[in-house]
């Protein structure tokens, strides 16, 4: 019984020093994600900046450009008789 009781207490004992690590290892997995996603942000940010700014600088390329995207677009998702 006391054997049990030693067991049971060494065993506690890890299951707290797991939840530990865990938290821990969690804590960190978190803090990445969070700088990870302020970066794309950043990335996002800037790149609309600068579509912004080619779009005011050159709108009729732009407008050209935008027709041509989406009738690619437009091809590739029209939808094709089925076959019979």
């Given amino acids: 019984m006391r054997n049990n009781h030693s067991r049971l207490g060494i065993m506690t004992g890890e299951v707290r020093h797991l939840g530990r690590v865990a938290a821990t290892n969690a804590t960190k997995a978190v803090a990445t994600l969070r700088k990870k996603g302020r970066r794309a942000l950043a990335a996002a940010n800037r790149a609309r900046a600068e ?14 450009i935008a027709m041509g995207v989406g009738a690619v677009v437009g091809f590739l998702l029209r939808r094709r008789p089925a076959a019979e």
């Fill in 51 to 64: 579509v912004r700014t080619y779009v005011i600088k050159n709108p009729v390329q732009s407008l050209l």
